[in-house]
């Protein structure tokens, strides 16, 4: 006697494949461009009682660059986040619209046009990663070709002379490059693969003092030194805010790879503990840690309003819904305001209203790249996108907090949004592997096209 097992009568559903959601993406993109024109013909409406002729010649011009780039998100990561291309568009286009207008104020000076140069090599940037990047588990084996190439890049401007007190600039001719930009991305590159491929030396050896379990010297030593020689050439450049977000990142990372609360104590005591040091022996930090403990001292002492209180000042005017694009005053701040200060212009012209939707905007951007991070099966690409995101986030966090008065400033360039052309290009390169990153997380295992 055989036992025979019966077929079922129906096979078992195959399991839904998530959408591409291409569809979403591109929708996103025509909103965002048209939100990015609205905002510059409301600026020409604003200063000339008229629409600038050139409106639809800017809407073109970003649509098809956001067009571009859609492109090749289509065809090289179909599966990406359809919120990523459609963020960094719009805060690229916001950007746009704010540097154009303060350049109606210094037309001496203008820098929209480079910017908008800048950034449409920050998407040509993005598109060639899309599509050349097959795999961003690639990258792994380039970990110490990008620490080596980031180092390089950080030390190279020690040799140029110094801009506004700080050596972070490469000035060849007319053209201007701030490398410790790429550096960030690259150390982020280093920083997730070692960790990956240490992470449980790093997590389970090693001595353990009270609840905090101590790597050895021979896992932990090589990052360490990285990290302190990255921050050592950042100090003695006066890039403080460039070496806040590295530390940053080096606690972050190590966190995320060990699952380890006590890095983040350690960090945050180490953090506080150098803070205090540079703000009492380094001049330049001394004086901006004065203006923030009391950023109206130099208007009791008949000096003026420095920079603080001009932008204090500015978010004050704004109100609760702004003054109106092109309608507020906050170029008094002086030559920053297109860079360091920029969001106090986002601030005193759009509101509370305004600034919490852009602010939004870059929480969404963060918590995305986050996602991609968690949904990823391989410990390299999720330290990865984990790192990039904690990229923006840090900077996000710095930038705000110094023009708003809660920390002293570091002159940083908010992402996408200020003048910069580094800034924008590295953001692009950010954005563009997070897509990478994304489209891996939400591939399913067995694609359609397999089948």
């Known amino acids: 006697m055989t036992a025979t097992t019966k077929a079922p009568a129906h096979p078992p559903p195959l399991a839904p494949h998530p959408a591409r959601r291409r569809g979403v993406e591109f929708s996103l993109l025509v909103c965002a461009v048209l939100?990015?024109?609205?905002?510059y013909a409301a600026v020409g409406l604003a200063r000339n009682h008229a629409v600038p002729e050139d409106a639809l010649r800017y809407g073109g011009g970003l649509g098809l660059v956001a067009l571009l780039a859609h492109l090749a998100v289509r065809l090289r990561a179909p599966y990406a986040d359809p919120l990523l291309l459609p963020i960094a568009v719009l805060l690229n286009g916001l950007g746009l619209v704010l540097i154009h207008r303060l350049d109606l104020e210094t037309p001496n000076h203008p820098a929209a046009p480079a910017q908008l140069l800048w950034s449409a090599l920050g998407v040509a940037l993005f598109t060639a990663t899309v599509l050349v990047l097959r795999d961003h588990r690639t990258l792994q084996r380039y970990a110490y070709v990008s620490v080596a190439t980031a180092l390089a890049l950080m030390i190279a401007p020690i040799l140029f002379p110094a801009v506004n007190g700080a050596r972070i600039w490469i000035r060849i001719g007319g053209l201007s490059f701030q490398p410790g930009e790429f550096a960030k991305i690259l150390l982020a590159v280093f920083f997730a693969a070692y960790l990956a491929a240490n992470h449980h030396a790093l997590a389970v050896t090693g001595r353990r003092i009270w609840r905090l379990q101590l790597p050895t010297g021979r896992v932990l030593g090589p990052i360490v030194t990285i990290w302190l020689t990255s921050v050592a050439v950042l100090i003695l450049e006066r890039d403080l805010g460039t070496s806040l977000l590295f530390f940053g990142l080096f606690v972050i990372m190590l966190y995320v790879a060990t699952g380890r609360t006590g890095w983040i104590a350690v960090g945050l005591t180490l953090a506080a503990a150098g803070a205090f040091a540079v703000g009492v022996f380094e001049p330049h930090v001394h004086s901006r840690v004065e203006d923030w403990l009391d950023p109206f001292a130099t208007i009791e002492a008949g000096r003026g309003a420095g920079q603080v209180a001009q932008s204090l000042f500015a978010f004050g005017a704004g109100g609760v819904l702004g003054t109106g694009l092109g309608l507020g005053h906050s170029t008094l701040i002086g030559f920053a305001v297109k860079s360091?200060?920029?969001?106090?212009?986002?601030?005193?012209?759009?509101?509370?209203?305004?600034?919490?939707?852009?602010l939004l905007l870059y929480g969404l951007l963060v918590a995305r790249g986050f996602?991609?991070?968690?949904?990823?099966?391989?410990?390299?690409?999720?330290?990865?996108?984990?790192?990039?995101?904690?990229i923006v986030a840090l900077q996000v966090f710095v930038i705000t907090g110094g023009v708003t008065g809660l920390i002293p400033l570091t002159g940083m360039a908010m992402p996408f949004l200020a003048q910069g052309g580094s800034s924008v290009v590295a953001n692009w390169l950010i954005v563009a592997l997070l897509i990478k990153v994304s489209h891996s997380a939400r591939t399913p295992i067995d694609p359609p096209e397999a089948r």
């Not at 939100?35 to 905002?39: R, T």
């Open 340 to 358: 360091d200060f920029i969001l106090a212009t986002a601030g005193e012209e759009l509101g509370l209203v305004g600034l919490t939707g852009i």
């Open 35 to 39: 939100i990015c024109v609205y905002g």
């Open 371 to 390: 996602d991609a991070g968690l949904h990823l099966r391989d410990p390299f690409g999720r330290l990865l996108a984990i790192g990039l995101a904690s």
